[in-house]
């Protein structure tokens, strides 16, 4: 990487001496006690069109986009896949315009915590006192600057620019900065700001590989302490995910649609296709619904609770939670070949809208319910269901590289509440399942305390008996991995999927 290995002489320093003269007007993007800036006259264009003012060339369009979706999941609690995409759209990028955009929003949000360390370091002061418009411009150009092959000095000069649109007046400082992270690569800012792994091997992958300490080590318990095998999983976190598409059997041939999407077929699941980009959404396959947007491991432990074996009745099935309705459609086509019916449950109206979307012409019944009202509702009546499915709300730690920004908002203040969630949704499936009948109990989170103490606990507290099935046999052969059951979990590293869990569980009376 090219760029200056010392600090400028009258970046930061001069900055900071701004700073003490006049503390009331914070200067080079210092946040004191004024509010935060919005995007002022950048969300007019990008072009300062003020009487008096010169013209300005607008902000590289994608770094714009990138900056708009970033500023948005900070400032909003927006979701990334779902801000971004009406982003392009407005601003008519596509092709590789939107693919660096989208690079940069994602890998942006995937490293903040390693880039807010180096910007830390760079600026002489902690990133939660630089206003937050110029904090995520500097977090772009950061990114540039130590995950990518964009030279030094365009990351720099583009983040400047985009600065002076977000935060007019913090140019020098943005400038000073950027080319003090720009002195050195990424390997030498981690090696110079991480502790060692002999010391402190959680924080040493922590910074390394940017994830908060917490989930590093909930990581680590989840992997029986291998630290080599966590590290695998926390590069593989940080790596841009295949979009995998679930073809709904009955509806279409999985070797078909790969040909017409110019995909592949999955490595496992009988249903998968791997596509190897573009929007997925423009699809023909999706929009007739021949098959829909699902990662291969939910596809799998769905389909491992529809081919355990069942003595007796077999037509009555119920997903419990199924917003947003990937899994119900799977269920729902199974269900149409084998003569069966869904009942699918969800709490949120919004989401059991999109579930009656996603199984519209399929044998399912949708319930804008609480799962929990089992034996209350008429329509959820105890002993009643042959087959049921508990796909928990959770942490989501299983699908860190899909969904970037959770890594940095989830707290393990979130667990509590959660795991009494998940253990009054198990005791209530349980109870609605007829003896004989099966539960799957499926988390996207690799937490122990969401996973096995969950089930354990439900299990002993529900007053229903039942028997754990061993879950390993239900997935392909061959398939590596699987651990010593009678739960599976999946693994990114392992198995290319997101980090599923599934526990089978047969009532017995």
């Known amino acids: 990487m090219t760029g200056p290995t010392r600090r400028p002489a009258d970046g930061v320093r001069r900055e900071q001496r701004a700073d003490d003269r006049r503390p009331d007007r914070p200067a080079g993007g210092f946040r004191g006690d004024r509010p935060a800036r919005s995007g002022g006259w950048a969300d007019r264009g990008g072009v300062d069109r003020r009487p008096g003012r010169p013209v300005r060339p607008a902000v590289d369009l994608p770094r714009h986009a990138a900056y708009q979706a970033v500023a948005a999941v900070h400032r909003d609690d927006a979701y990334a896949n779902l801000v971004l995409p009406t982003i392009l759209r407005e601003q008519g990028l596509t092709g590789r315009d939107a693919a660096f955009a989208t690079e940069l929003t994602y890998g942006t949000l995937r490293q903040v915590g390693t880039l807010d360390t180096i910007l830390t370091a760079a600026a002489g002061r902690d990133v939660e006192r630089i206003d937050p418009p110029v904090r995520d411009a500097l977090r772009l150009g950061a990114y540039q600057l130590l995950h990518t092959r964009v030279p030094a000095h365009a990351a720099v000069s583009s983040t400047v620019d985009l600065v002076r649109t977000v935060g007019e007046g913090a140019t020098g400082f943005a400038n000073a900065v950027l080319r003090e992270v720009a002195g050195q690569d990424l390997d030498a800012w981690v090696a110079r700001l991480a502790p060692t792994m002999a010391a402190d091997p959680i924080g040493h992958l922590a910074v390394t590989y940017s994830h908060p300490q917490w989930i590093v080590r909930a990581f680590a318990d989840a992997l029986g302490g291998d630290l080599g095998e966590v590290t695998r999983l926390l590069i593989e976190n940080n790596e841009r995910p295949p979009v995998h598409l679930c073809v709904r059997p009955g509806r279409a041939d999985p070797a078909d649609v790969a040909d017409e999407v110019g995909g592949a077929p999955g490595a496992f699941s009988p249903y998968a296709v791997y596509l190897r980009g573009g929007a997925p959404g423009e699809l ?7 098959a829909h947007v699902q990662d291969e491991g939910s596809q799998l432990v769905a389909n491992a609770l529809v081919a355990a074996p069942l003595d007796g009745p077999d037509g009555r099935w119920l997903d419990l939670c199924a917003g947003p309705g990937g899994k119900a459609g799977l269920l729902g086509a ?6 069966a019916r869904l009942t699918a449950v969800e709490v949120a109206e ?21 799962g929990r009202t089992v034996g209350a509702d008429p329509k959820l009546a105890e002993g009643h269901f042959d087959r049921v499915l508990v796909d928990a709300p959770c942490t989501g730690l299983g699908s860190l590289r899909r969904r970037p920004e959770s890594r940095w908002r989830r707290q393990p203040s979130d667990l509590p509440p959660l795991t009494r969630l998940q253990r009054e949704l198990l005791t209530a499936a349980l109870r609605a399942t007829r003896p004989g009948g099966l539960v799957g109990y499926v988390t996207c989170s690799p937490h122990t305390v969401e996973t096995h103490v969950t089930v354990t606990e439900a299990a002993r507290r529900a007053g229903v008996p039942a028997d754990f099935v061993d879950a390993r046999p239900l997935f392909p052969a061959g398939m590596p991995g699987l651990g010593g059951g009678p739960t599976v979990q999946l693994w990114p590293h392992r198995h290319g999927t997101d980090a599923m869990f599934l526990a089978l569980l047969r009532r017995t009376s």
């Open 350 to 370: 919004h989401r059991a809208r999109l579930v009656e979307q996603a199984t519209r012409g399929l044998p399912v019944s949708v319930l804008h319910t609480d």
């Open 334 to 339: 199974l269900a149409a070949q084998r003569g």
């Open 284 to 290: 023909p396959a999706l929009a007739d619904g021949r």
